[in-house]
């Protein structure tokens, strides 16, 4: 084996505990829970945790292999001898992100191309550009919120709020969603496409002929985000060259890969920037909705919050991006929100070659769904798992930890290119909106079973904070 262990000495995966099947079915009706699949798979990981592992049949009959102990998951963000593979929801999203940066195969050249063009694109200087949209879209969720009658309705406020940023920072366009009560046709598409994603995976085959409706709905709203991305292109196309803006968009049309001298292609960047627009928006706005429910809920971090940032920033104004990066409670809140809801909750892995993965066989190729809101929350590592605690991410704590205990952003060469985007965003707008106004307890969290979790029914009273 590449790591030297012999076959004789390991375990076969058929050991690994399996959920009880059906026919036809799997083992589908154990797998249901009113907020999801991935709160089912915690619960029946924290039932298994003295092995850490879990076999569940599908409706098509695949055994995924689940994997929630930080034990087990040492080997598998081992690079050297574990990749990013796809599979599960990822499989569907790519019927509308192709091959761009989170869907792309390891081995396709446009995923090397692409990350090598736009990885200076989220250097410190190039997010100092990207900072102005940042402020702008958060101002317009102030002005909402400050003049809100009642309470607000958090979850599609920051889903408004983070697109209308990537959009704006990434490739000039303005959606202006907070010009609606509803959410832009786009952000609509986006949310059921996503479902779909997940949703087709629980369904036996001998029922998709009654999605047929379904089905064609899910390519109407393909067609619809590539059309309104395309256009964008066009639009940029049109403009003499000396007046494209210095964002992403400008970035891929422009540059050539530093290795091969190639640039992208139109279709491969109509890929890209729905990458952007769906995980630039959706995992940001749901990591802030958890951490305003968090700070909601206790006031005595809010106000430790509060004290940051006035002493950081002061009482006026928008703060430099500097100032935001200086802000350490309010980036340890984010981290810890990530912890216990991991806005990407299972990453899948598979083996380069024949290795083992704990006391088992790992075959090449064999995928390994590693379960990031299982391994956050496994009490080896984490010291009362449930309760949110900000300082578990003071730098001592962090040295003391295994590197695989918090992988929040994906695993090595294929974690999330805008991270430090995302949490400079994240960042910006929770210290603004603590400085600014003061919360109601909204009562206890409840997820929805969506492909990314959110909270449920989270509308918060907020008020202007009192002189």
Known sequence: ?????????????????????????????????????????????????????????????????????????????????????????????????????????SDEDNWHKANRILAPGFSTASLERYYPAMTETLERLLEHWLRANGPVDVVPDMTKLTLDTISLAGFDHRFDSFESTELHPFLQAIARTLQESIDVLQRPLFVEPLFRKHRARYQRDIESLFCLVDDVIRERKRLPEEKWPRDFLSLMLTVPDPKSGEKLSDKNIRYQILTFLVAGHETTAGLLSFAFHALARDRELFLRVRREVDEAVGRQGMPTMKQVLELDLVRRVLHESLR????????????????????????????????????????????????????????????????????????????????????????????????????????????????????????????????
């Open 1 to 105: 084996m590449a790591d030297g262990t012999t076959t004789s000495a390991l375990r076969p995966l058929s050991d690994i505990p399996i959920l009880p099947k059906l026919p036809i079915i799997g083992s589908l009706p154990w797998l249901y829970h009113p907020e999801g699949f991935m709160p089912r798979m915690l619960e029946l990981i924290e039932q298994h945790r003295d092995v850490g592992a879990l076999r569940v049949e599908r409706p098509d009959g695949i055994i995924p292999i689940f994997v929630g102990n930080v034990s087990l998951a040492e080997d598998l963000v081992d690079e050297n001898r574990f990749e990013k593979v796809l599979d599960g929801p990822l499989v569907h999203i790519r019927d509308f992100a192709g091959d761009g940066l989170f869907t792309a195969h």
């Open 340 to 467: 216990l809801w991991p806005t990407v909750p299972a990453v899948t892995r598979a083996a380069k070659e024949d290795t083992s993965m704990g006391p088992y066989v790992a075959p090449k190729g064999r995928p390994f769904g590693l379960l990031l809101n299982a391994i956050h929350r496994d009490p080896a590592v984490w010291k009362e798992p449930t309760r949110f605690d900000p300082d578990r991410f003071l730098p001592e704590a962090v040295k003391a930890r295994p590197a695989a205990a918090y992988k929040p952003f994906g695993i090595g060469k294929r974690a999330c290119t805008g991270k430090h985007f995302a949490l400079i965003e994240a960042s910006l707008c929770l210290a603004m909106v603590v400085r600014e106004m003061d919360f109601e307890d909204p009562g206890p969290l409840r997820l929805t079973p969506t492909i990314s979790p959110k909270p449920k029914g989270f509308r918060l009273r907020v008020r202007r904070r009192a002189a």
